[in-house]
């Protein structure tokens, strides 16, 4: 059974206004939780928003610029969904920021309808205290002339039983016992008059009263309502995010269930292989021998300008900054082809490697001035191949740098 605020918030004091001053108290300290409720949405409004924009900027951030195949369309998922996260983070803390609002606005009202309630209320209870007082006053006067009366009716009678008092003297005493008596039924009519003002103002007040304290236990049922709900929504809100957050996440594990990792190493070695074969060992040479051959097949000619090309290959002529060269005008011309394999896989003394044909496996979009944006399936000519991964190549007579991990060999 639901309690009354009309039924319970009496006071014993005519005057007392205790019921009521304890009513207003709640009321004032449910606006203030009202409040509060206001400053906790707007707090979390701002950190989601916060927590938002972080994420969104850590998923525009992030890298994984170098990854290829599977693992980079994970990677790039999982920037995506980051970003999707930050966005919805977002749009929470707008949503958060509107149930303040609505809070506010109906803590407004409330404060303005109470209003209206507790100005009658202090007018009657200020007219009751008034009156009260007048009451007062009037029964005293009343009771003094009573008695002022009754002393008057007694000395008369006591002077008048006297053989020494005179008709003037008795006269006199009567009138002014009259006089008396005649006060005291006037205060009394005052006094009276003022009961029944009292009282008339006392049912007035208790109507006034009742009605006060059911519209502010309507008030308060209204609030805790309102609370009740709001935080309700807020855990909704909340849970929600959570879903939406799991379900983002969701999409990433599934992209991650695609994630071959025999498929990404394969395309590395499709990508960038070098070669199967390791290089042919360096054989030991006799040079006696090969002097000795050299003569046999009028070649010794041959073989001295050889030997000359390797000894400048071994005193590091490189030092100047350009690149190995062999002065064939001081080598003299064989006469037969030398013999296969003997200095062939002295470093440098092959001719630099020709620009070769690539084709773009993934887009890629210019970041720097010095870059070139390709797309997939473009074919390019690799000029320099450098050593962090950045390649210099001549795409339509434009020239710039690439991910090498983004080509592949023709």
Not at 227 to 235: D, E, G, I, K
Not at 259 to 284: L, Q
Not at 330 to 349: M, S
């Amino acid at each position: 059974m639901a309690l009354q605020f009309k039924d319970a918030f009496w006071g014993v004091n005519f005057i007392s206004n205790i019921g009521y001053e304890a009513i207003i108290q709640r009321l004032n300290d449910g606006r203030r939780t009202c409040k509060d409720m206001e400053e906790l949405l707007k707090m979390r409004a701002s950190a989601e928003e916060k927590y938002g924009k972080e994420l969104v900027t850590i998923a525009r951030k992030a890298g994984a610029i170098y990854e290829i195949c599977t693992l980079r369309t994970s990677f790039d998922d999982m920037k995506t969904q980051i970003e999707k996260v930050g966005n919805l983070h977002i749009q929470l803390s707008s949503l958060l920021r509107e149930e303040s609002k609505r809070m506010e606005q109906f803590r407004e009202q409330q404060k303005e309808h109470r209003k209206k309630f507790e100005v009658i209320m202090e007018k009657a209870q200020k007219t009751k205290v008034s009156l009260y007082k007048k009451t007062i006053e009037s029964e005293k006067s009343y009771e003094q002339r009573c008695r002022e009366a009754d002393e008057a009716e007694q000395t008369a009678e006591k002077i008048s039983n006297t053989s020494t008092a005179t008709p003037k003297q008795i006269e006199k005493l009567n009138t002014k016992s009259k006089q008396c008596r005649d006060s005291a039924e006037e205060a009394e009519k005052q006094y009276i008059s003022n009961i029944e003002q009292l009282d008339k103002i006392r049912q007035e007040w208790e109507s006034t009263h009742t009605n006060t304290c059911e519209m502010f236990q309507q008030q308060e049922e209204d609030r805790l309502s309102v609370l009740r709900n709001a935080l309700w929504v807020h855990c909704n809100q909340l849970s929600m995010q959570c879903v939406k957050d799991d379900e983002c996440y969701e999409d990433v594990r599934k992209t991650l269930e695609n994630c071959d990792i025999i498929a990404d190493n394969n395309g590395f070695v499709e990508m960038k292989r070098t070669g199967s074969t390791p290089s042919a060992p360096i054989e030991y040479q006799n040079y006696y021998k090969k002097v000795a051959i050299g003569d046999r097949n009028g070649s010794a000619g041959f073989v001295g300008g050889v030997m000359k090309r390797f000894s400048n290959l071994l005193q590091g002529t490189s030092l100047t900054g350009s690149k190995m060269s062999l002065n064939t005008d001081q080598v003299a011309q064989p006469t037969a082809e030398p013999p296969e394999g003997i200095y062939a896989a002295i470093p440098g003394c092959q001719e630099s490697q020709q620009s070769e044909e690539y084709k773009a496996v993934y887009d890629y979009v210019a970041q720097r001035e010095d870059e070139l944006s390709i797309s997939a399936g473009d074919v390019v000519v690799v000029i320099d191949q450098g050593a962090d991964g950045w390649w210099m190549v001549q795409r339509n007579g434009q020239t710039g740098l690439v991910p090498g991990s983004y080509l592949s060999r023709e």
